[in-house]
């Protein structure tokens, strides 16, 4: 039996994996190298306790506190273990890089390239920001780190430009190292756990005195202007379910991970719970190292621009905090460079169907290295175009992350509701859910259509041009352009996704791209 997906089959038979991709349509164009572990580090890392936790650390003192912290983890932990075992169900039935797009096309029972054309384009829109929330967050820290060492101011101009910096390395990195970011994120799921280790120990160990119980546990601060203690609660919410997003990578990297039927699943569901886990302990033990009400204070007013770095040099002096620092960004370029992966992975395919503008031209796989390079271009190119607005806007990036939140949650519920709609006539994979499925499927949900309100709403009062959440406008104009779009130009096109060809064609295409290319004599 023939274990080759490039292309080399004969009449031998096709392996599991690759057989299971060609009843869904594609060929095998990418390589299928990764196993289950790699599978679930794509997710736990682009998750990134050390990044979503750290950089959205200072929205969550302001709005909420310490109580947000806390429960509130715990609270969105749950929520998001509920959504992501959801998906789950419905990845091991269709073990795709299209992922929730193709699964929407799938289980719709009417109007199915509609309900796959919106669930694209949310997944792209949150695709792309939460690559700009994790690699704009690396930029804040790496500001910090700057202005410690050299002096070298933490300004807006100075983030937009390490920010670019990074794109580029993450693009370099997807395109021409491949294998280097296979083993690097296997890496990076014991930096998380040994860094997040490192921090709390220190936190814990070093200093002499520590914040009380009562005050990590029940303190509530509220510094939005507002004077609903629930509604700040609320809000506040964002830094958890914010660093509860990326786990669809998993369904994103199936056409190139071993047993993707089972590994995709699992990879989506451990990453969460595994998160769930270490984001709770690097959170409490961050919270404890702040002793008292005035140390609050001084943190939210750090001159790094970043409050944890803040507390690690209050904590423990400054040059522990320097190295606490650096263990973070290192998770956190860890993180933007599988955030890439994923995000090109979902480019690649939905214009592998025609739905993105150029279609022809993003839809490339790059014949020297296998990878789609174009759609790593696409993805870089307009994850920097959403952290501009920082340069002039103070809450940017609490923008940014709610962008991510709300364009991947509505992606991710999406084919969770249509799977609910089709009852029966849903064909499960080798992972689901049992008698459990119709009650996880209609908790997600609900949670989900909360949220999606929640992040849209105003985070400071009184509403400023420089304090204005302008994550309702980005989210509008992706959807007001998939709309026009769609009934002035796609409805007519558009079919949802595309099969490649018969059998026969898609052999041929994989045995195009295996087939070493002979270079004509020149006179």
């Not at 289980?107 to 690559?131: D, E, H, I, P």
């Not at 018969?502 to 006179?523: D, M, W």
Request: proline share 4%; aromatic share 14%.
């Amino acid at each position: 039996m023939s274990t080759d997906p490039g292309g080399r089959h004969g009449t031998a038979e096709l392996d599991a994996d690759t057989r299971k991709l060609h009843e869904l349509g594609y060929a095998q164009e990418l390589r299928r190298r990764m196993g289950a572990f790699s599978n679930f580090a794509v997710s736990f890392t682009i998750i990134s306790i050390l990044s979503g936790c750290l950089t959205a650390y200072g929205i969550a003192m302001t709005n909420g506190g310490p109580v947000d912290m806390t429960w509130g983890w715990l609270f969105v932990g749950l929520m998001t273990t509920i959504v992501g075992l959801g998906m789950a169900e419905v990845c091991s039935a269709y073990p795709t890089a299209g992922g929730l797009y193709y699964w929407s096309a799938r289980l719709a029972k009417r109007n199915k390239a509609a309900w796959s054309w919106y669930c694209g384009w949310f997944n792209l829109l949150g695709q792309v920001a939460v690559t700009a929330g994790i690699d704009f967050g690396f930029a804040l820290f790496f500001n910090a780190f700057l202005n410690l060492t050299t002096g070298w101011g933490a300004t807006p101009g100075h983030a937009v430009i390490i920010y670019a910096g990074i794109l580029i390395v993450h693009a370099a990195l997807n395109i021409y190292g491949v294998r280097v970011v296979a083993y690097l994120s296997d890496v990076s799921v014991w930096w998380h756990l040994i860094g997040v280790l490192v921090i709390v120990i220190s936190l814990l160990v070093i200093p002499s005195h520590h914040a009380s119980t009562s005050f990590v546990f029940t303190d509530l601060v509220n510094e939005t202007g507002f004077h609903n203690s629930f509604y700040v609660f609320m809000i506040g919410l964002l830094l958890a379910q914010y660093t509860f997003t990326g786990y669809d990578a998993s369904a994103h990297m199936t056409e190139e991970t071993h047993n993707a039927a089972v590994a995709g699943p699992k990879g989506i569901v451990n990453s969460i719970l595994v998160s769930l886990v270490a984001g709770f302990v690097l959170l409490t033990g961050l919270t404890y190292a702040i002793f008292n009400k005035a140390e609050y204070a001084k943190v939210l007013a750090s001159p790094t621009g970043v409050p944890p770095v803040q507390i690690w040099i209050d904590a423990i002096n400054r040059h522990g905090g320097e190295l606490l620092l650096v263990v973070a960004m290192v998770a956190q370029a860890y993180c933007g460079m599988a955030s890439v992966t994923a995000n090109s992975r979902m480019i690649y395919a939905f214009s592998r169907d025609g739905a993105i503008p150029g279609s022809k031209f993003w839809h490339h796989i790059n014949p020297k290295t296998r990878t789609p390079s174009r759609s790593i271009y696409f993805a870089v190119v307009f994850a920097f175009i959403l952290g501009i607005p920082y340069l002039w806007s103070a809450v940017a990036y609490g923008a940014v992350i709610s962008i991510a939140v709300i364009g991947l949650y509505i992606a991710y519920v999406i084919p969770t509701l249509l799977r609910r709609l089709a009852g029966e006539t849903f064909e499960r994979g080798p992972w689901h859910l049992g008698k459990w499925s119709a009650l996880v499927g209609w908790v997600g949900i609900a949670w989900v259509v909360i949220i999606t309100v929640l992040f849209v709403l105003p985070t400071a009062s009184p509403i400023t041009w420089h304090n204005f959440n302008y994550t309702p406008i980005a989210v509008g104009v992706v959807l007001l352009y998939a709309t026009v779009f769609w009934f002035v130009s796609a409805r007519k096109w558009f079919t949802g996704p595309r099969a490649q060809g018969s059998e026969s064609e898609l052999e041929a295409i994989e045995a195009q791209l295996t087939t070493p290319k002979i270079l004509e004599p020149t006179a």
